[in-house]
Every structure is written in C-alpha cells, then in structure tokens.
C-alpha cells in the first residue's frame, strides 16, 4: 500500500478516506494542520511540530478532540499503516461537519484526519544549481487579521504567491508585509547571509515561526555561525552574499536569483552548504521511531 489515511479513528487506503462536503475545513477553510516528515523510519520533529498544531487550534479556538498522547499515538499508527520509511504526514484538524452558515457552534464535532503519503520535492539539480524566485506583488496579511503564525487551512494568499512564480516560471515567491518588509515565501521561510551573519525576518512579523526555520537558527549557532531574527527590505535580499529557503519539504535550499538579481556570485553560497550538510545529518540522525518494536528485517 502506497499510503494511509487516518479519519476520525479509522485508518484507510487513500482511495476510501473520505469527509462530508458539510466540513467546515472544505466550506471555510476552517480548521488547522501541520506538515512533517519521515526520514527512514523516524518522524523528524514531532513534539515541535505538535506543540505547533495544538498552538494554531488556540489561536482559531479549535478544540481538538484527541490529546496529545492520543494524537501522537495516532501519527505513528497511520505511519505504520502505510509501511512507508520515508514519507509526508499531513494532520488536519477541521471544525467539522455543520450547517451552511459560518457559525462553529453548529459543528459539534471536529474532523480529525492524518495523511501519510510520498512526499513531492524539489529536483535534486535545484539543490545544486539553486533556486529562482521572484517577489510577490500580494503580501502577507497583517498579524490583526489572522495571524500567519496560525498554520491554518487559509493558504490562498500563499496559492496567489505561487501562481505569480509559476507565470515568472521560477519556483519560489517572497512575500513582504504590508511595510514592505520581507517577510517569507510561500511555503517555506527565508533566510539570507550578509557580512557573515545569518539573517532570518523575526516572527512578530505573522509569518510561520518554520520549525525547520528554528532548527538552522539552532544549526548556524552551533556552526559558530551568528544568527540573527532581523527586520530587513528587499535590498537586504539583492544585496545579500548568500540566501537560502527552509521548510519541512524544501529542507534547506539555496537560492540564487530573486527578481532576475543575480545573489551573491550567482551559485549556492558556502554557508548555505555547511547548513544544508548539518540540517541532512540532524534529519538522519534523529526523531520518533515508527518501526521500533518491528523486527528488523520488515525493512
Ligand atoms: N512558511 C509557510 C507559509 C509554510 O507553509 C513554512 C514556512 C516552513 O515551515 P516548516 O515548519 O515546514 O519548516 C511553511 C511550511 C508543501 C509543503 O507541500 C508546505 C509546507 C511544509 C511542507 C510541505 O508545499 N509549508
């Protein structure tokens, strides 16, 4: 079985799990989830990244109906299912079912799904040619609205970001605040190496506080690199020696043009190099065991 597929307690193929279109998730975009990965056999992060689901079903006042050692139990359970080693989880965390109006008093019941399927990544020649991207003409909402620290189930501002890209034909798009200040991409966050330092936008700013994000601030440190959470414009960027992406499914990924500027000498940067060895071995190295108890030669 390539994938399974967790809904409400039961665990099916991904052909059978199903929702009711009345989920306020799939009507409003009503609900929260989070993306991790497996790397051979061990879930990479996963008390950050649940520490993150519960923090965003707070902030949209989502009460999800398992705890956290249920919810736990459940990732590694649906992993198993799937008999994948290296794979993608995605749980979501909906308002549920209700009537077709917006109030969640009417939806009793939160849908809890997970997700365990391969993951899409970027092609290996973008790790060593880099990335392109461009600027995004729509920027982030504000932290009044809802708060980009929130990993809700609202990404149309972010699918605007991506068309703008696909249309440049490149694979990323930055996104600014309403300020003009730089603030993240669509789906993974941004990064950038000026004098030596390492420079990331600092979290206040309602982008997703990225754990792969955390994780290269923790890396950098102990690499002797200073890492700093820093506000900075688009010039920072162009003017930057080295830049780079992070994110659960871009890892760390260098970036060599944004908006037809050539960063640095144009190739993936030194710096970038040494976070992108240090973040492998880290994923390889640690995490949840799914397969633990299993004998070793079920792979
Ligand atoms: N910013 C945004 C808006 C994101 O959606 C990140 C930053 C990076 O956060 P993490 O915690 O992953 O380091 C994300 C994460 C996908 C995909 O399928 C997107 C994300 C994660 C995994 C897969 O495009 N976004």
């Known amino acids: 079985m390539s994938g399974a597929v967790y809904v409400n307690g039961r665990i099916t193929s991904k052909q ?24 051979d056999g061990r879930i990479f992060k996963l008390e950050e990244h649940l ?15 398992l705890d956290r050692t249920d919810l736990r139990r459940a990732i590694i359970e649906t992993v198993r299912a799937s008999g994948l080693r290296d794979a993608y989880i995605r ?23 997970i997700i365990v399927d391969a993951i899409q990544l970027y092609p290996r020649e973008a790790y060593e040619r880099g990335l392109r991207m461009i600027t995004a003409t729509v920027r982030r909402p504000s932290p009044d609205a809802l ?10 501002n972010n699918i605007l970001a991506r ?21 993240e991409c669509s789906a993974d966050n ?21 754990i792969t994000r955390d994780t ?13 959470e820093k506000i900075f414009t688009l010039y920072d960027v162009y003017a930057a020696s080295e830049c780079f992406l992070t994110g659960t499914g871009a890892e760390v990924a260098p970036v060599v043009e944004v908006d037809g500027r ?32 299993e004998a070793p030669q079920r792979r």
């Not at 030194?270 to 799914?290: E, W």
Request: charged share 20%; hydrophobic share 40%.
């Open 147 to 156: 708060n980009g620290r929130v990993k809700s189930l609202n990404y149309l």
């Open 51 to 65: 520490d993150r689901l519960y923090a965003s079903a707070r902030g949209i006042m989502l009460e999800i109906p």
């Open 91 to 113: 749980p979501v965390i909906s308002r549920g079912p209700g009537d077709l109006g917006i109030d969640p008093r009417k939806c009793a019941h939160p849908t809890v799904v």
């Open 190 to 210: 941004i990064f950038i190496v000026t004098r030596g330092e390492v420079w990331t936008p600092a979290s206040h700013l309602s982008l997703l506080q990225g």
């Open 16 to 39: 059978e799990a199903m929702i009711s279109v009345y989920d306020h998730g799939f009507l409003y975009g009503d609900g929260v989830f989070e993306g991790i990965r497996v790397y």
């Open 216 to 228: 290269v601030l923790g890396l950098a440190r102990d690499l002797g690199m200073p890492a700093l």
């Open 163 to 183: 068309i703008e890209a696909n249309q440049a034909g490149v694979e990323e798009a930055l996104m600014l605040t309403g300020d003009g200040v730089v603030c």
């Open 262 to 293: 050539k960063i640095g000498d144009g190739r993936p940067g030194p710096m970038t190099g040494r976070l992108i060895a240090a973040f492998r071995d880290l994923a390889r190295r640690t995490g949840t065991p799914v397969y633990a108890e």
